[in-house]
């Protein structure tokens, strides 16, 4: 007698993040409901297993399932979220599909639907298989349509892995795998228990196709079983007539009839065949557009007008295409000329364009070849995507390598950007090595996968080993090769034929064209040199008839000797001079290891006539092609092919191996005597010269040249000097010299006069340029200082309105003008003082000259200069007094209030942006008056303290001889709040002082200028989530809700939600959501340190504007502190630097553990988050006030413009550069971001005498 039947075990209606809305279906396998992701706020499918079935093999198998999917990011592959358990219950969270199964569709389809969604699942299935995952259980139940008529691949419960033996000629699986499927549509050899390949997915595939095209499955038998037991028989034919027309439905019925072949080696390789041949399906009807002119492209390569006659790589095309959906970086090698570039060029760029990559985006390709340097070509290719200046974005890029990839993905959820980069080799033929490093850098950083952003490479197959080995590439290299073969035969053919047809030409005889295909495999060059022969063939064609002619092969003498007799011929019409100028420029276009190299015309020597008229003919018989780059014309040898096919120029570059390596010499000597304005030093002696004597054979520039004709110049001189010498001594002992001596000098008196009236012209020029720039410079000043007293208090603009930054450009120019006219000043005078230096009026000058570039020198930011205009004066100060001017000491005047207070004294003794205070000396009790410190200028920390009172900082730079007066207030220690700083009233350096493309349009600050702040108090760490929890709790309903932390966007997503015994934090930094109750801990899986932190210390983020308004009133108005407020931009940056110019609290330099940064941890992706207020001392401002680089950034008061929205501090997020102190961060007042937070000020409280 049976037990009682086990009541059937259903899920919670709610269990970790989810909550269960509906049973979507259930099968014998289990159910599926449909549910929401409160944290994430979206819809999910859940999987569970049926509790029948939830032994350890189905656990097993939902976990296989998942791991699966895992591997797999398909726009028609299901995307798998997460894999868990409840009450010992396993499920599967993956993506909501809304729509319906195949098998919901009314069969049969219009075949246009069928390919549609026979490509769709064929590429999913591709990519799985390019993953090593079998599904084994294709079938109309298994795949979801989408309302926009999408498909995407389900239920992988059956996949297994798979790895392809050597041929494919069997999968590498164990042979007792046992027999899984769904009957019906399941391949024979699965039905006999053989081991799973792609083979049989493909053949379930045709299954599926063939019943939606024919509205039946394709079997005569109606019953499951039946179709099953005839499609296992080698006699097994699918029902119906063959195809026999050549329409759509018929031709796609062919292919889905090849998917069902009985013998697996006659159906299709893989999915990547099969989708190869849907897409060729796909396009024949589409035309494409045929450029005019000659359809064969020589020795140049296709480009993207050439789509329409570029043949023979359809199936590369469409897998590089594929490969590209799912893969960040595909880097296409082969030998030379095999034709990589025009594949990219011409083949997968445009379908790139047109059929985008199935993620919504509409690409654009930007192209570039490495050159000389190849990151500044990479930064010239992008700046205008990014809608950046050219050197803005070479500065980022050079700061951090990931600044280019970061902007590429966040210019737009619909642009996508293609970065074509032609020719990788280039990197070791023609790079700077500094720039190679760097642009490898920044393009390890675009090799990581995300939306809209793809890089397709070339590189010639002998320099892809070196290419891994390069930094930033090494892991991506081999994951992202593209091996092109040599086309063969049939590819060949359809490079030959397909041209001619599309322009409406055909060739005599096939017999013409079977030759053609055939030398393609034997001529030197291959395929470059047919492309040559076959653009001769077309301009000899027969014109009337439309035909190309055997005859006009014969006289081109085949293909073999086309290109080399074309070329040869061409250098037989040049008179003698300029065909020896040929060879010369020729040579000069390859490197001694053989490789062709750009050079412009100026460094081809152009201008001279020889050089000129050959050139040019070179450029008219296609050998040398000419290319545009900025201002230049950059001329190139046509193709590698010439270096073999050639036999003329082999044998030339065999014979100037000699002679190339003493023309190098030549010219970099000559270069460097050009540089060094020709001095008589740099020119060579005999020796030298005996040793290129030959180079004159080679064309030389007129540099180059004058170079030679000057060493042999100045040999012959040394010679009649030395001659003379022997002849001339015995003379000189009669000869008296009073009279000679005596005009000599007056002649030194006359040209040293000249130099000092050049001198005396330009200060004055100078002296009027000086007083503008410091004019212009006060008065922008002015403007930023009004602008700002605008935006704090709303007080309208008095005498200084108007566009600063405009202000700002004129007081730069004024100053490039007096800094030039200053250096003319100095020339003159250095040349006087060096014709006698006795003059002390040219010393006078000379000082003069040296102060006034010192003073600019200080106002508009070179400190280099500063200190050499410093040291040389020191050299001229004969009795110490400018000595003295310079390092006059400060003389101090300070008091308190109350008095009474002693002050302690530190001066900075580290290097300039590394700061180092010395230990503190006593001056005495307030007032103090008239102190002067014998230890000169420079930047020093006053404190100070007294009991019952707070205890004040004052960071102060000193300029020679200035009289400090300061009166510090100073509060009670009672009235100031636990966890507040305060700062007294003082003066500091507000806003930046680097380069201006810098400073305006990525940091966003004015010039560095003098800004005085009363004293206030500012929170020494950020607002943490246990502050404002307690803002929550005292809300009521409604307003609580509104003030609730939350955000979900490509930044990363924060959820903070009510429990019975608290609040319950779900945050994702990244791409995995973190989890902690209050009282539980935050636990990062990606870090080696602070990997367990207490969420409640964390800086609260996610809060808009608005949201810290509403707190900091209820600050003031709860009396928890009175007049708490948003700190200003002058507050907040004052806390962080102090007095002085140092780009970080803690100096000059941030390293990683200083704070919490995108470096901080590895920039490992699990590792990013914020830490713990306090956690990073060494972030410790010179007020001690915490965290003012990293961690999150602040909301603050605008000093721009009234109710701009500004936040500053950079982030865990980060990098280096957007964590300085002067870098301003505008966003909208609503803006709700994971990284943005909030830092709370005060007034000062007013100081009161102790009792």
């Avoid at 993905?409 to 490093?437: H, K, M, N, V």
Wanted: with cysteine.
């Amino acid at each position: 007698m049976s037990g009682p039947v086990p009541a059937r075990w259903e899920p919670p209606p709610a269990f970790d993040e989810y909550r269960l809305i509906r049973l979507l279906g259930e099968g014998g396998m289990g159910r599926v409901y449909l549910a929401e992701d409160t944290a994430l706020q979206r819809r999910v499918a859940i999987k569970f297993i049926g509790a029948e079935r939830s032994g350890p093999e189905q656990r097993d198998r939902l976990f296989a399932e998942a791991r699966a999917l895992a591997r797999l990011r398909h726009p028609n592959v299901v995307t798998v979220y997460r894999v868990s358990e409840v009450g010992a219950h396993p499920y599967l969270v993956q993506e909501f599909l809304p729509g319906v199964s195949l098998r919901g569709l009314p069969a049969p389809l219009p075949p246009e639907r069928v390919l549609a969604i026979a490509l769709g699942l064929a590429r999913g299935l591709a990519a799985a298989h390019r993953a090593h995952v079998l599904h084994r259980d294709l079938k109309p139940d298994n795949v979801m349509v989408l309302p926009d008529g999408a498909v995407k691949l389900v239920d992988f419960g059956l996949a297994l892995s798979w790895t392809a033996a050597p041929g494919d000629a069997a999968p590498a699986l164990q042979p007792t795998i046992p027999i899984a499927g769904t009957r019906g549509y399941m391949a024979p050899e699965a039905l006999r228990g053989e081991p799973p390949g792609p083979r049989g997915d493909v053949y379930g595939l045709g299954m599926v196709l063939h019943e939606l095209l024919a509205g039946h499955r394709p079997f005569d038998e109606p019953t499951a079983s039946g179709a099953m037991e005839e499609a296992g028989t080698p006699e097994a034919r699918p029902s119906g007539a063959e195809p026999s027309g050549s329409g759509l439905g018929d031709r796609l019925r062919a292919i889905i009839l090849r998917c069902l072949e009985y013998d697996p080696a006659r159906r299709f390789a893989s999915a990547d065949t099969l989708c190869a041949e849907l897409e060729r399906l796909k396009e024949d009807g589409a035309p494409i557009p045929v450029p005019p002119g000659n359809p064969y492209r020589g020795l140049q390569a296709f480009d993207a007008e050439h789509r329409g006659l570029f043949f023979g790589r359809g199936a590369e095309l469409r897998t590089i295409h594929e490969r590209l959906r799912a893969q960040a970086l595909v880097l296409v090698a082969g030998d030379s000329g095999v034709g990589k570039s025009s594949l990219c060029r011409a083949g997968v760029s445009p379908l790139v364009t047109q059929a985008g990559l199935g993620d919504g985006c509409a690409y654009t390709v930007l192209s570039l070849m490495p050159g000389r340097r190849p990151l500044t070509a990479l930064v010239a290719a992008v700046a205008g995507r990014l809608g950046l200046s050219e050197e803005l974005l070479a500065a980022q890029v050079r700061h951090e390598p990931a600044a280019m990839a970061r902007a590429l993905r966040a210019a737009g959820p619909t642009r996508g950007t293609l970065l074509f980069i032609d020719q990788l080799e280039e990197l070791f033929t023609q790079s700077e090595p500094d720039e190679a490093s760097a642009f490898t850098q920044v393009l390890g950083h675009l090799a990581i996968l995300a939306r809209g952003v793809r890089t397709l490479a070339t590189v010639r197959g002998d320099y892809f080993t070196r290419l891994a080995a390069l930094p930033g590439l090494e892991d991506e290299v081999a994951r992202a090769l593209f091996l092109v073969k040599p086309l063969g035969p049939e590819g060949t053919r359809e490079a030959v034929v397909g041209p001619a047809r599309v322009t409406g030409v055909a060739f005599e005889t096939e017999a013409l064209v079977d030759t053609l295909v055939a030398s393609s495999a034997h001529a030197p060059g291959g395929l470059p040199i047919l492309q040559f022969t076959l653009a001769e063939l077309w301009d000899a064609r027969d014109r009337t008839a439309q035909r190309i002619r055997e005859a006009s092969l014969e006289a081109l003498g085949g293909v073999a000797g086309a290109l080399g007799r074309h070329a040869d011929g061409a250098l037989a019409a040049l008179a003698p001079d300029a065909r020896l100028a040929a060879r010369g420029l020729l040579l000069r276009l390859i490197s001694p290891e053989g490789a062709r190299v750009r050079r412009t015309t100026r460094e081809l020597g152009a201008e001279a006539s020889a050089n000129r008229i050959a050139l040019e003919a070179l450029v008219r018989a296609r050998l040398v092609v000419v290319r545009q780059d900025g201002e230049a014309h950059v001329h190139e040898v046509a193709h590698e092919a010439l270096l073999e096919g050639w036999s003329t120029l082999r044998g030339w570059l065999e014979a100037a191996r000699q002679e190339r390596q003493g023309l190098e010499r030549v010219r970099l000597a000559a270069a460097g005597w050009e540089r060094a304005d020709r001095p008589a030093s740099a020119l060579w002696s005999r020796r030298e010269l005996d040793v290129v004597s030959a180079a004159g054979e080679l064309a030389l520039t007129r540099q180059e040249a004058a170079f030679l004709k000057a060493s042999r110049r100045a040999l012959r001189r040394t010679f009649a000097r030395r001659l003379g010498l022997a002849l001339a001594l015995p003379l000189t002992a009669m000869v008296a010299g009073g009279a000679a001596w005596l005009k000599g000098r007056h002649a030194l008196e006359r040209t040293v006069q000249a130099h000092l009236d050049e001198a005396r012209a330009s200060i004055t020029e100078a002296r009027a340029h000086h007083a503008a720039a410091k004019a212009a410079r006060a008065d922008a000043f002015q403007r930023w200082d009004a602008r700002g007293e605008r935006a704090l208090t709303g007080a309208p603009v008095v005498g200084a309105g108007g566009e600063p930054e405009e202000t700002w450009a004129e007081a730069r120019k004024r100053d490039d003008r007096a800094d030039d006219a200053y250096q003319r000043a100095t020339q003159a005078l250095d040349t006087a003082l060096l014709l006698d230096g006795s003059r002390r009026e040219a010393r006078g000058l000379l000082a003069e000259v040296l102060t006034g570039r010192m003073e600019l020198a200080e106002w508009f930011f070179r400190p280099g200069q500063r200190r050499e205009a410093l040291r040389r004066l020191a050299s001229l100060d004969d009795d110490g007094a400018g000595q003295r001017r310079f390092l006059a000491p400060p003389v101090l005047d300070l008091a308190t209030e109350p008095p009474g207070a002693e002050v302690l004294l530190q001066r900075d003794t580290g290097e300039p942006g590394a700061p180092s205070l010395s230990a503190a000396i006593s001056l005495g009790l307030t007032p103090i008056a008239a102190h002067a410190l014998a230890t000169g200028p420079g930047s020093y920390v006053l404190t100070f303290q007294a009991p019952g009172l707070t205890r004040a900082v004052l960071p102060v730079v000193l300029a020679a001889g200035e009289n400090l007066q300061a009166r510090i207030p100073l509060p009670r220690a009672a009235d100031v709040p636990e966890g507040f700083v305060y700062i007294p009233p003082g003066r500091f350096l507000f806003g930046s002082s680097d380069d201006e493309a810098l400073r305006r349009e990525f940091l966003q600050a004015p010039p560095l200028r003098q800004v005085t702040t009363g004293g206030y108090l500012i929170a020494r760490h950020e607002l943490t989530f246990a502050e404002w929890l307690a803002f929550l709790d005292a809300l009521p309903p409604d307003a609580q809700r509104r003030r609730t932390p939350g955000v979900r966007s490509t930044a990363g997503a924060l959820a903070l939600t009510r429990e019975t015994s608290g609040w319950r934090l779900m945050l994702q930094p990244t791409q995995h959501p973190l989890y902690a109750s209050s009282g539980e801990p935050i636990r990062y899986p990606g870090r080696d340190r602070r990997a367990v932190q207490d969420w409640l210390r964390f800086p609260i983020s996610a809060i808009s504007l608005e949201d810290a308004r509403a707190y900091l009133a209820w600050l003031d108005r709860s009396g928890r502190l009175p007049g708490a407020r948003l700190c200003s931009e002058y507050e907040w940056e004052r806390a962080a630097r102090g007095a002085d110019a140092r780009l970080f609290p803690m100096g000059d330099v941030l390293a990683p553990d200083d704070a919490n940064f995108d470096e901080t941890y590895g920039r490992q992706p699990l590792g990013f988050g914020p830490d713990e207020v306090g956690a990073h001392p060494a972030s410790a401002s010179p007020f001690g006030v915490m965290d003012l680089a990293g961690n999150v950034i602040e909301w603050v008061r605008s000093v721009r413009e009234p109710g701009e929205a500004v936040a500053r501090g950079g982030s865990w997020y980060y990098d280096r550069i957007s964590n300085r102190s002067n870098s301003r961060m505008p966003n909208e007042p609503w803006l709700r971001d994971i990284r943005i937070g909030l830092r709370v000020c005060a007034p000062a409280p007013a100081p009161r005498h102790t009792p």
